[in-house]
Nanobody, 124 residues
């Protein structure tokens, strides 16, 4: 059984930083692509970042490019999302996701497993 557990969310001021973690069990994260999505109140879930199985290829939503970094620690079987220069519009529930494929994808439908989500709130 695959489980993804996010942590690291919280309340931060405009311009601050947070690092989200996604600890996986039941599968090896380095064998598949991983992703982060977010959902703000009243909005649909949106793509944030993705990392392929090799760790060499990443892709980001335009809204976070240059501010967020997705990475992975194979020894800890954990995927991270480092978020810098946070803005109030980054406020959302953040979800990590695990694909059954190796290549990156921006589509939520391409991810088979999801974490429970962690709240990120950025105050102005």
């Amino acid at each position: 059984q695959v489980q993804l557990v996010e942590s690291g969310g919280g309340l931060v001021q405009h311009g601050g930083s947070l690092r989200l973690s996604c600890a996986a069990s039941g599968r090896t994260v380095s064998n598949y692509a991983s992703g982060w999505f977010r959902q703000a109140p009243g909005k649909e879930r949106a793509f944030v970042a993705t990392l392929d199985w090799s760790g060499a290829n990443t892709y980001y939503a335009d809204s976070v490019k240059g501010r967020f970094t997705i990475s992975r620690d194979n020894a800890k079987n954990t995927v991270y999302l480092q978020m810098n220069s946070l803005k109030p519009e980054d406020t959302a529930v953040y979800y990590c996701a695990a694909s059954d494929r190796r290549g990156i994808s921006t589509k939520a439908s391409m991810y088979a497993y999801w974490g429970q989500g962690t709240q990120v709130t950025v105050s102005s």
